[in-house]
T-cell receptor, first 108, second 115 residues
Framework: RKEVEQDPGPFNVPEGATVAFNCTYS??????FFWYRQDCRKEPKLLMS???SGNEDGRFTAQLNRASQYISLLIRDSKLSDSATYLC?????????FGTGTSLTVIP | DTGVSQDPRHKITKRGQNVTFRCDPI?????LYWYRQTLGQGPEFLTY????????KSRLLSDRFSAERPKGSFSTLEIQRTEQGDSAMYLC?????????????FGAGSRLTVL
């Protein structure tokens, strides 16, 4: 079973739309959680860490449900520049596990 | 020190040849990771170091792959007798020591094409 499972998409949404991505993780001992963004043919970059209390950074909101082992990312008022692949990442005992990524294209 | 540096950025080689990639992490980061990424997939863990000690190596990694971090600074990843299936982006990342929700910072990657 994969450590992190994500719906690969693609998600094609119009500008201004709200879009949500989800992922699940298999190991309850996972300690830290993140969303990374990866632009085409570029390296992954940290978008935000995810906390149990939920956290927001501008148009982006991340949620963690430890009981369900579920992580979400909500993007409000989508911009063309949000088009990228969003990678769900969990950390356990010093090692980082990546999902396959969810592809988002924001359409004018 | 502006980030994680990788060299070369691109490498084209013939099957059976050996290749070596170098990674220079952020200087104050003592953990260094190697990942491999193919099209449509997320980064796949290969190995990681804390200082000069190799703490873990993926069971998926064949013995043709070896990594070193001799002085706890830069690292090299060598692939011997390359195969076409080795074609991928090899990503290096570094992080600070274990404390809280520390994060990975990636280099731009080394793209390998095996003909």
């Amino acid at each position: 079973r994969k450590e992190v499972e994500q719906d690969p998409g693609p998600f094609n949404v119009p500008e201004g739309a709200t879009v949500a991505f989800n992922c699940t993780y298999s190991n309850s001992a996972s300690q830290s959680f993140f969303w990374y963004r990866q632009d085409c043919r570029k390296e992954p970059k940290l978008l935000m860490s995810v906390y149990s209390s939920g956290n927001e950074d501008g148009r982006f909101t991340a949620q963690l449900n430890r009981a369900s082992q579920y992580i979400s990312l909500l993007i409000r008022d989508s911009k063309l520049s949000d088009s990228a692949t969003y990678l769900c990442v969990v950390k356990r005992r010093g090692q980082f596990y990546f999902g396959t990524g969810t592809s988002l294209t924001v359409i004018p | 020190d502006t980030g994680v540096s990788q060299d070369p950025r691109h490498k084209i080689t013939k099957r059976g040849q050996n290749v070596t990639f170098r990674c220079d992490p952020i200087s104050e980061h003592n953990r260094l990771y190697w990942y491999r990424q193919t099209l449509g997939q997320g980064p796949e863990f290969l190995t990681y170091f804390q200082n000069e000690a190799q703490l873990e190596k993926s069971r998926l990694l064949s013995d043709r792959f070896s990594a070193e971090r001799p002085k706890g600074s830069f690292s090299t990843l060598e692939i011997q007798r390359t195969e076409q299936g080795d074609s991928a982006m090899y990503l290096c990342a570094s992080s600070a020591s274990e404390s809280g929700a520390n994060v990975l910072t990636f280099g731009a990657g080394s793209r390998l094409t095996v003909l």
